[in-house]
């Protein structure tokens, strides 16, 4: 489908109605953000909209498809060839790529910040840890070089060092070994945290915790940490901006600040046949709910440069940004997420300093 060519299409047919966005989105009873993103050609509607979509429009599916007003001559062509787009692509959008799986379906959504939170900590409270496989230091996740290899959180000896979603401990048990001064874990799921108390105070590991969502102010000290670090915490937030501004605030100036995730063009390219092939576009940083088993969590894709001028806008310098597999381990994985790591960076992770 032509997203740019639909999009303008909308727009042109919304007009023609004497509908401004704004009432067009009323109507849909969504926000005049998501019409614009439409027109734009940023995004297309979710299938459940298109329907009202043409009848406020006045115009059959077959035109919203095809992004223009069809002779009756043309109509029969196009709709066949509408068909085969949509049932190739409707199988490329279900794929939905976490970590190195290619899991269930998935459906665009409205972020809504209490459903979002509500549904990834019950996800993470459950069966997160094993459907996942919680990534933990000194492991970056995926096929990433290790830290061990990288370095980039640097000595941890008589640092005061926070996690932000730090799950059930284990990154933590990594940074106490390394010999951290005091230790400090966030995370939105108290049963995440009654896990990794539990844990760490089985190994005689002295830790405190606060159990909120990353994105709010919450009651960690100010002006307080010289490292902080998120292990596949970070892409959780729903307001990136907000956390990178909190965790500013909890750090000391010169601190250091470093956080690996899933890297955005891995979701948009999957393996078919020996090929890779775009399914999804890098653009893309609508929200989605995917299945996970019985559970579901929702995410966004946000660009790499997302990241970078979040950070930028809230007070931090960029020293370091790896994109990098490691090779041996992609080469031993020995599987299309093997294959596809060693063509594209599957992970990345930056390292920001508190200026
Ligand atoms: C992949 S796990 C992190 C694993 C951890 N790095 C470790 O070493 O075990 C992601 C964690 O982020 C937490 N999380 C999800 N959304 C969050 C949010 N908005 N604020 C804080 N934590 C969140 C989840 O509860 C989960 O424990």
Known sequence: ???????????????????????????????????????????????????????????????????????????????????????????????????????????????????????????????????????????????????????????????????????????????????????????????QIERAENFLKAQGINAKFVCSPMENKCELPNDYFDLVYSVYGIGWTTDLDKTFKHIHMYMKKGGVFVFGWSHPIHKCVSVENDKLIFSNSYFNEEWYCADMGDKKIMLSNRMLSTYINALADNGFVIEKLIEATDPEKAAASNNDFGRKALMLPTVFAIKARKV
């Open 1 to 191: 489908m032509d997203q740019v060519k639909i999009g303008r299409f909308i727009a042109e047919m919304r007009k023609q109605q004497n509908l401004t966005q704004r009432e067009f989105a009323e109507i849909l009873g969504i926000s005049d953000k998501t019409v614009s993103k439409w027109e734009c050609g940023n995004g297309m509607p979710e299938l459940s909209f298109m329907y009202p979509i043409c009848n406020i429009l006045k115009i059959n599916l077959n035109e919203l498809f095809s992004g223009e007003k069809l002779a009756d001559a043309d109509y029969k062509k196009k709709a066949e060839e509408n068909m085969i787009t949509l049932v190739k692509e409707t199988e490329n959008m279900k794929k939905n790529i976490v970590g190195g799986q290619v899991l269930g379906c998935v459906d665009t959504i409205e972020m809504d910040i209490c459903e979002v939170h509500k549904t990834n900590v019950e996800f993470w409270s459950t069966i997160g840890n094993e459907f996942l496989g919680a990534a933990a230091l000194p492991s970056w996740g995926g096929l990433f070089p290790s830290e061990d290899k990288l370095k980039l959180l640097g000595s941890f000896s008589d640092k005061k060092v926070l996690e932000i979603g730090c799950g059930n401990g284990h990154s933590m048990k990594y940074a106490a070994d390394m010999g951290a001064a005091e230790l400090w874990g966030l995370d939105i799921s108290a049963k």
